[in-house]
């Protein structure tokens, strides 16, 4: 009784055995044709699922199961009496269209009870599709499709940082652990950096005019220091081949930035800097092609005395965000 025509024999015979959701399963996998009914009349049955008819290339569940109509409906009394009378004059008309929507709750139900059991996830769905990684996912906030598209991040990264990304609480511990992680560099995250915002000009205080009310919303200037809602990105102390791996147009910066903005929402600003092992500057050369100012041209005579953290780059700016 192992095989799956054996276990429609058995629900077909003892459907006391089933629980409803894996008598539903059950027939779904038969591979014949399903419909889901509600039971018609007065009387409670005493199971969900109470009666499996089998025909030649169809299966007919009888399910009080979510339903609409039957005595256990969560319609008005007064549909249950239409269908019993329309049912004693041969006709299913109305029963038939009531069912249409008791087999979809039915399944709604059934799929709503396993939605956080990997276990019967794993046993009933379908082979082709990896149910875990699907979980996984949508853990993270990318299981409907094409969502991690528009993310511009790989679902591999997805699936290796889930345990980050699900969690609610984000903090700069984790986000500096996982772009370790995932560049296999040094990252410290530096909080609360300063940035200047521009104010514009119908709200910056002019004599005579709105916003001057002094110590209400007098200010002076054109731009204000927010220290509240950025960061940065420090990455280093790195070598010179890692350095210009990190070039503000080069991919591995941009997953860097996507990793980020993915972790820290839209509400919060950030930059990088990388940081060049002091060993490692180069003296640059006129002529040479591979020296590109404001990146990796520094004027000396001498040894470096310090790492240089001269690199910021600014997304938005510096980087290319929309780049393939």
């Known amino acids: 009784m192992t095989t799956q025509a054996g276990l ?8 006391d055995r089933f629980d409803p959701v894996t008598a539903l399963r059950v027939v779904e996998h038969s591979g014949m044709e399903v419909q889901i009914t509600a039971s018609v009349g007065v009387s409670i049955g005493v199971l969900p699922v109470n009666g499996v008819e089998r025909k030649e290339d169809s299966i007919r569940v009888r399910s009080m199961l979510a339903t609409l109509s039957g005595p256990t409906g969560s319609l ?19 029963s038939s269209f ?23 996830l794993l046993r009933w769905r379908n082979p082709t599709e990896n149910t875990f ?16 598209e528009k993310a511009k991040v790989d679902r591999d990264m997805l699936l290796r940082y889930s345990g980050f990304l699900s969690s609610r609480t984000r903090n700069c511990a984790n986000l500096a652990a996982m772009l370790n992680d995932f560049s296999g560099l040094p990252v410290e995250i530096e909080q609360f ?44 102390p790195v070598g010179y081949e890692d ?9 591995r910066i941009r997953e860097l930035y996507a990793l980020t903005r993915l972790y820290a929402g839209d509400g919060l ?14 003296c640059s050369q ?32 510096d980087m290319l965000e929309d780049r393939p």
Do not use: C
């Not at 429609?8 to 003892?14: M, P, V």
């Not at 950030?270 to 500057?281: G, M, N, R, S, T």
């Open 8 to 15: 429609i024999d058995l629900l077909e015979q003892q459907p």
């Open 76 to 94: 008005p009394p007064v549909f249950n009496e239409l269908a019993i009378r329309e049912t004693r004059n041969r006709s299913r008309a109305f």
């Open 98 to 120: 009531i069912d249409l929507f008791n087999a979809r709750l039915a399944t709604l139900f059934a799929d709503a009870s396993e939605k956080y059991r990997f276990g019967r």
């Open 133 to 148: 990684v699907k979980a996984l996912l949508s853990l993270t906030g990318f299981g409907t499709a094409r969502l991690a």
């Open 193 to 236: 950096r300063g940035r200047w915002l521009t104010v514009s000009s119908d709200e910056q205080t002019r004599p005579g005019r709105a916003n001057s009310r002094l110590g209400i919303d007098t200010m002076a200037g054109s731009a204000i220091l927010d220290r509240a809602s950025s960061f940065r990105v420090v990455i280093g």
């Open 243 to 251: 350095y210009l791996s990190l070039r503000p147009d080069g991919r």
């Open 269 to 282: 600003a950030f930059d990088f800097q990388v940081i060049l092992k002091k060993e490692a500057i180069p």
């Open 286 to 317: 006129l002529g040479n092609g591979t020296v590109r100012l404001g990146w990796n041209s520094w004027a000396r005579t001498a040894p470096a005395e310090r790492d240089s953290g001269d690199a910021i780059i600014i997304p938005g700016t």
